[in-house]
């Protein structure tokens, strides 16, 4: 059943992350991959508020526990593509934007995990 529950979770993540990048690409265009930082920084401040709210105040079980964060967060949020989308814009010579997507998705994606716990704390 846990499985089970983790697929589905993980169904639904990749698909709503599937449409956060297409959606990302209409607004944005496709210069810097904003898909990826967005799923990034919402799928880190989600977990760490969830993860927090779930162990330290509120019961639930371990099946949603599963299916939202191995399945969900899991699928919704993506290192590989932020490493291959970064490695793209290296070989294109885009140097600065290369380092600035490094950035933007390692440093803000911890300050987004820390708000996370830190709200559901409150």
Partial sequence: MKLFCIGL????????RYFVARLSMIIFGNTIPFGTLIV???GSFVLGYFYTLTMERVFVSDYLRF????????AFTTFSTFSVETLHLFEDGAYILGLLNMFANLFFSLIAAYFGIYLARL
């Fill in 9 to 16: 979770g993980g169904f639904a993540g990749a698909l709503c």
């Fill in 67 to 74: 299916a939202i964060s191995v399945g969900f967060l899991g």
């Fill in 40 to 42: 990034n920084l919402a």
